[in-house]
């Protein structure tokens, strides 16, 4: 629904109506909306995060993280729903423990590459900023563009 009709599209009664349930249904398991909201920003960035973790695995994973890059990028709806979630948790601070978790997974993957922290922060901002600019624009960036960027931002395993 995120995907489709943004964080303002979400109600009670709109999600219980695309799950087919009933309205109390929806307001039984999360009291409010912002409980709602919170689950679906917590499973989209502990499933992004857990992807990103296994990435940081050791060798050389540049290849493998712009191959999910490219994919992420090529699925626009979600993409733009998790960037809604993620800018709700801006203005949430309670919502941010899973943000973090996310930001925590690529400067970790970073880190592989370079022991400097100021880099592996460079770098989860760079990522966020390309997959930002996916959502721009018609033609997305491929695994080999995303691969350059990371080369030129990541020169070389450091393990």
Same mark, same amino acid.
Request: zero cysteines; aromatic letters at 6%; hydrophobic letters at 40%.
């Given at each position: 629904?995120?995907? +489709? /009709? ?44 857990? +992807? ?8 050389? +994973? ?37 943000? /973090? ?14 022991? /400097? ?41 450091? +393990?």
């Amino acid at each position: 629904m995120i995907e +489709r /009709d943004g964080v303002a599209g979400v109600s009670h009664r709109s999600v219980s109506r695309e799950a087919g349930l009933p309205t109390s249904a929806s307001t039984y398991y999360f009291t409010g909306l912002g409980d709602l909201l919170t689950a679906a920003l917590t499973s989209v960035m502990e499933e992004d995060s857990e +992807r990103m973790r296994r990435l940081s695995a050791g060798g050389d +994973r540049r290849r493998d993280l712009a191959v999910l890059l490219a994919e992420v990028a090529g699925e626009p709806g979600r993409l733009l729903a998790e960037y809604e979630l993620f800018l709700l948790a801006a203005r949430r601070p309670h919502l941010r423990e899973a943000t /973090d978790g996310w930001i925590r997974a690529v400067r970790a993957f970073a880190a592989g590459y370079t022991g /400097d922290p100021v880099r592996a922060r460079n770098v989860a901002g760079a990522v966020d900023g390309l997959l930002l600019h996916s959502l721009l624009t018609e033609e997305k960036p491929t695994a080999d563009e995303f691969e350059a960027a990371l080369a030129d931002l990541l020169p070389g395993p450091g +393990r």
